[in-house]
C-alpha cells in the first residue's frame, strides 16, 4: 500500500470514529449548476473519460483546533465539465479507456481525460479572518484514439467566499469560485497549448484532404 492511499483510509477512518462525537466534523456537498460558456466551438470530436475518483472524489482532512472535514465534489466535477467539454467541442462522447474501440475510433478525432490532483483550502481561526478560501489544480490529458499522448498540462482555481456564521456554506460557495475559474481557464488555454495549435491544425488537414478526395472521386 503506497503512503498516500495508506494517509487517505487513516483521514477517512479518522472521519468516520469522529461521527461518534457531537460537533467533531464537518461535512460538505458542492452542488451547483455551472453556466456553459459562449464560445464557438472547435471542430474536433472528443472523447471524455471521466474516472470513478473524478465522479466520486472526496476530500477529507483534519484541521487543528477545529474538527475533520470531509468535502464531497464529484458530483460538481462533472457538472462543471460536461457542459464545458459540449460547448467547447462540436461533438463529444463520454468513453470508458483508451485506446477505443472500433466504433469510436471511427467518430472521435481525440480523447480529453480530465483528473482533480489537488484540493486544498482554509477556513480561518481568528475572529479577525473572514474569508475562506480554496485552491483546486486540475489535469487534463489529450490523446489520439489510439492512446498516443498528444500533450498533458495543468489548470488551477482559487474562490474566496465571506465567512459570515455557517461555515460548510462559505466553503462550498469558495468551492464554487475555484470551480468556474477553472472552467474559465480550461476553455480559453486549451487552444494556446502548443501541441494542441498543432494538433488541431493536422485535425483541419486531414479533414480538407478528405474532402478533397471526395470530390475528385
Known amino acids: ?83 464545458l467539454f459540449d460547448a467547447m467541442f462540436v461533438e463529444t462522447h463520454e468513453i470508458d479507456d483508451l485506446p477505443v474501440g472500433p466504433v469510436d475510433l471511427a467518430r472521435l478525432d481525440g480523447v480529453i481525460h480530465p483528473v482533480l490532483q489537488r484540493f486544498e483550502f482554509d477556513v480561518p481561526i481568528g475572529q479577525r479572518d473572514e474569508f475562506v478560501e480554496v485552491w483546486m489544480q486540475y489535469g487534463l490529458s489529450l490523446y489520439e484514439p489510439e ?18 456564521r455557517n461555515q460548510e456554506q462559505a466553503v462550498e460557495r469558495a468551492a464554487v469560485v475555484a470551480m468556474r475559474e477553472v472552467g474559465a481557464a480550461i476553455s480559453t488555454q486549451f487552444v494556446e497549448q502548443a501541441e494542441v495549435a498543432y494538433w488541431l491544425e493536422e485535425r483541419q488537414n486531414e ?8 470530390v475528385g472521386n
Open 147 to 164: 492512446g498516443d499522448l498528444v500533450v498533458e498540462w495543468t489548470v488551477s482555481g482559487y474562490g474566496k467566499a465571506e465567512l459570515e
Open 1 to 83: 500500500m503506497n503512503g498516500t492511499l495508506k494517509s487517505s483510509m487513516l483521514t477517512l477512518t479518522a472521519v468516520a470514529g469522529c461521527g461518534l462525537f457531537a460537533g467533531c466534523s464537518s461535512s460538505v456537498v458542492v452542488l451547483t449548476d455551472f453556466p456553459t460558456p459562449l464560445i464557438e466551438p472547435l471542430p474536433v470530436r472528443m472523447g471524455v473519460i471521466y474516472d470513478a475518483e473524478l465522479y466520486d472524489f472526496v476530500h477529507a482532512e483534519q484541521i487543528p483546533q477545529q474538527s475533520i472535514w470531509t468535502i464531497q465534489l464529484g458530483d460538481a466535477n462533472i457538472a462543471m465539465l460536461e457542459p
Open 207 to 214: 479533414s480538407a484532404l478528405a474532402v478533397d478526395s471526395r
